[in-house]
T-cell receptor
Framework: GNSVTQMEGPVTLSEEAFLTINCTYT??????LFWYVQYPGEGLQLLLK?????DKGSNKGFEATYRKETTSFHLEKGSVQVSDSAVYFC??????????FGKGTMLLVSP | NAGVTQTPKFQVLKTGQSMTLQCAQD?????MSWYRQDPGMGLRLIHY???????DQGEVPNGYNVSRSTTEDFPLRLLSAAPSQTSVYFC??????????????FGQGTRLTVV
């Protein structure tokens, strides 16, 4: 079946540091890939997505590229802010199936 | 623009009690689902629905029932609450069931504690 593996956290960074959160997936065929973000006390909201190989999703300074050859969708940001502190979930969706989520990675950014 | 609305936000139950978690969406989405979020486990799918009158089980359905009588509403029923059901529950909806690119919209969550 489908699965998503992402790096365990928490990831602790200072403001303006570079961020990478690794995500790899297992799926048959060609899923769409997503990053969702969950701020404290809130539900999940879409951060970015990519629907085919080599697509790059981007939003709010975050980027991720759909790499079919390495089955990866790593999240990056060049300069994190304190307000980026949240839990980040990598997910995939395929056909009529629901979203399959990774376990989430907590990001803590200090001033 | 309400989106996905869950009630209640917090609930404490005694073991063996039953209750219904409410979920409503105003976006005319075909697809709705319930997840539970537990520390270190990510989000796990409980039940989902691809349209009114159609429901199916997800990864962890035991102890929960659902029904979908309208497009807007998708309540989750706990039949006999157990401490193992202590969790945060999220309802989500999306359009275009067969379109893999559509995003899911999530409610704010219900934090349930079973004592």
């Amino acid at each position: 079946g489908n699965s998503v593996t992402q790096m365990e956290g928490p990831v602790t960074l200072s403001e303006e540091a570079f961020l990478t959160i690794n995500c790899t997936y297992t799926a048959t065929g060609y899923p769409s890939l997503f990053w969702y973000v969950q701020y404290p006390g809130e539900g999940l909201q879409l951060l970015l997505k990519a629907t085919k190989a080599d697509d790059k999703g981007s939003n709010k300074g975050f980027e991720a590229t759909y790499r079919k050859e390495t089955t990866s969708f790593h999240l990056e940001k060049g300069s994190v802010q304190v307000s980026d502190s949240a839990v980040y979930f990598c997910a995939l969706k395929q056909g009529y199936s629901t979203l399959t989520f990774g376990k989430g990675t907590m990001l803590l950014v200090s001033p | 623009n309400a989106g996905v609305t869950q009630t209640p936000k917090f609930q404490v139950l005694k073991t063996g009690q039953s209750m219904t978690l409410q979920c409503a969406q105003d976006m005319n989405h075909e697809y709705m689902s319930w997840y539970r979020q537990d520390p270190g486990m990510g989000l796990r799918l409980i039940h989902y629905s691809v349209g009114a009158g159609i429901t199916d089980q997800g990864e962890v359905p035991n102890g929960y029932n659902v029904s979908r009588s309208t497009t807007e509403d998708f309540p989750l029923r706990l039949l006999s609450a157990a401490p193992s059901q202590t969790s945060v529950y999220f309802c989500a909806s999306s359009s275009g069931t067969g379109d893999v690119s559509t995003e899911a919209f999530f409610g704010q969550g219900t934090r349930l504690t079973v004592v």
